[in-house]
């Protein structure tokens, strides 16, 4: 298993660039299944859930090209073929947006079959919005043996409305209801930039929406889609991820390939925090190096704080004077980073859904463990400040949503390199006589 090995005390300095929105690429590539011609998605981040979306879509008999050379991220999906409408345990379990799957196939196959997704490290997030929604529709939806099936000769437009705001719940449903009979009219959508970008690749698709991005939406359903051509958004994840990199290394950074009307909340929380910003239509420069204060800060729905950034703001919270309450909103157990960066110094106290965060605490290296996405990337962060070397394991938590990390860094003067698995080496070919 790859680990991370970082030497902190570098201030980050020069431009590093984002890569496509994970979040944006899994939902577009599920939205390919809805049409028999082909569709392609630049900009389409070289990371590890996107690997396992193409082998889903495969599994199912799609024709999937990726390709990631220099001059483009790209991917070209082709489902004129759907032979088995099904997502396997194997795959789900290793990431749960496989469930996006779920919308598309009912509404273009009639019936989908897809694996439970299990238990998650940061809750139980279960997907019974997502099932009530397309029962709204009309699918008939049957749960044995840990799979959820469902079925529809056709899906017919209704009202719905979601008890919990949910994001790829949202994505899900939007897929089904654009092949659906009639309007949809879906209340207390998500709003991330991630469902505005769905929309966008779906009406370039041939279909009928309005009001995506914010709380209410419109389908009129059509019976077909055409092929397309879309450029996945930038990942403000990512972004928000560097941004705090350059304001705890006291550096100079200008991210670069992003668009910050993305994450207005998170630069608001900065400037409260003392981080100097400077921001244009598509990137954010900040300028290190001033004494940081604390601040609270709970997480919210879009356009709210985001609570991808959560991991990421506690250690920022750890470097700032001053004691910062971390409320956590969205999910019920995010805050595993928190006893890693305790072992690495930090004086953090959970008590429920809150973190109150002391500081400033200086950070010493440590051996520490990814556990989830985020909270690996907070343990990159952390190590970039802390005093020596740490090491990160299980980094494949890093690699789902992080293209080249270490090199992105290294680009800018962080001392981050990657260690493998030292697998034995392979006994020489034996030598073929001439
Ligand atoms: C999406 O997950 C993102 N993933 C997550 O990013 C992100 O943390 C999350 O939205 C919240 O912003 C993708 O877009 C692929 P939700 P999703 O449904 O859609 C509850 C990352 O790091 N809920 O908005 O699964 C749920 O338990 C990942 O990139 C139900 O109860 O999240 C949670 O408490 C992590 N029933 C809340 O709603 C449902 O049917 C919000 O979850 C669905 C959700």
């Known amino acids: 298993m790859d680990k991370l090995v970082i030497r902190g005390g570098n201030p980050l300095l020069g431009t590093i660039r984002v890569s496509g929105a994970k979040n944006a690429a899994l939902p577009a590539m599920a939205a390919a299944i809805l049409t028999e011609e082909p569709v392609i998605l630049e900009n389409i981040p070289q990371v590890r859930d996107i690997e396992t979306t193409r082998k889903l879509l495969a599994e199912m008999g799609a024709e999937v090209e990726l390709g990631y050379g220099r001059a483009q991220h790209r991917t070209t999906i082709c489902c004129r073929d759907l032979a088995s409408p099904e997502a396997s345990y194997e795959l789900v379990k290793t990431m749960r947006a496989s469930t996006l799957v779920l919308g598309p196939l009912v509404a273009r196959c009639g019936r989908a079959r897809i694996s439970l997704p299990g238990g998650c490290a940061i809750g139980a997030r279960p997907i019974d919005l997502h099932i009530k929604g397309l029962q709204r529709l009309g699918a008939v939806i049957t749960q044995e043996h840990g799979f959820v099936e469902a079925r529809a000769d056709r899906l017919r437009g209704a009202e719905v409305v979601f008890d919990t705001i949910t994001v790829t719940g949202t994505e899900d449903l939007l897929m089904a209801a654009v092949l659906a009979e009639g309007e949809t009219i879906m209340l207390n959508c998500a709003r991330e930039p991630e469902v505005a970008d769905l929309a966008d690749l779906l009406n370039k698709m041939g279909a009928h929406i309005e009001g995506a991005g914010t709380s209410t939406i419109r389908v009129k359903g059509v019976s077909k889609l055409h092929g397309a051509k879309h450029r996945i958004i930038p990942d403000r994840i990512e972004a928000g991820t560097f941004i705090i ?69 506690m250690v920022l919270a750890t470097q700032a004077q001053g004691t910062s309450v971390i409320t956590e909103n969205i999910f019920e157990n995010r805050f595993m980073h928190a006893q890693e960066l305790v072992r690495m110094g930090a004086n953090i106290k959970i008590e429920g859904s809150r973190a109150v965060v002391r500081g400033r605490s200086p950070l010493s290296a440590a051996a520490v463990l990814a556990s989830d996405l985020r909270a690996s990337a907070s343990l990159v962060l952390a190590a970039l400040v802390a005093d020596g070397e740490t090491i990160i394991d299980r980094v494949y938590h890093i690699d789902r949503g992080y293209e080249h990390i270490e090199e992105k860094l290294r680009g800018v003067g962080a001392q981050i390199r990657r260690i493998g698995e030292i697998l034995p080496k392979r006994a020489a070919a034996p030598a073929v006589r001439a």
């Open 245 to 313: 990199a350059g304001a705890l290394t006291g550096g100079d950074l200008n991210v670069a390939g992003c668009d910050p009307r993305h994450f207005m909340a998170l630069l608001q929380k900065l400037g409260e925090v003392g981080v100097k910003t400077a921001y244009t239509a598509d990137a954010v420069r900040v300028m290190g190096d001033v004494p940081l204060n604390s601040a609270d800060m709970n997480t919210e729905e879009y356009p709210g704080f985001p609570t991808d950034m959560q991991a990421q703001y």
